[in-house]
């Protein structure tokens, strides 16, 4: 019974993020825990996707340095301003857009909800 109630307690949630790139060209993908630049180190990951394709990861507090909310921002070119989208939980699944405009890359995130699988969720 301690055992069960101690593995209750590490339960860690992930999101799932699916990125699309609608820019001719590959986009680097930053994904930042959220936090105070000033006072402590914050935990990132970057990633490339190529020109026109999307790619699907998930995000965990243990990718953030324990944390829960994250930015993700994404650069085709380091001479024209990236955009982010920020205020992402780890909790909840996310489909991001990247699309190209006239002062650089733009970011679109649309919170997607989860499925749930009724027949894994009956007791047997």
């Known amino acids: 019974s301690t055992f069960f109630s101690l593995s209750l307690l590490s339960v860690s949630y992930a999101g799932q993020i699916e990125v699309i790139n609608k820019n001719r060209k590959p986009l680097k993908v930053k994904i930042e825990a959220e ?14 996707i190529p020109a026109k394709e999307s790619f699907m990861f998930n995000v965990e507090p243990e990718h953030l340095g324990g944390k829960t909310s994250y930015s993700i921002k994404g650069d085709t070119n380091p001479f024209t301003p990236g955009d982010s989208c920020n205020k992402l939980d780890v909790k909840n699944d996310y489909r991001v857009t990247f699309t190209n405009d006239t002062m650089g890359t733009s970011c679109i995130a649309e919170k997607i909800e989860k499925v749930v699988d009724k027949d894994a969720s009956k007791e047997k």
């Open 35 to 48: 936090g105070d630049k000033m006072k402590e180190t914050l935990s990132s990951h970057i990633q490339e």
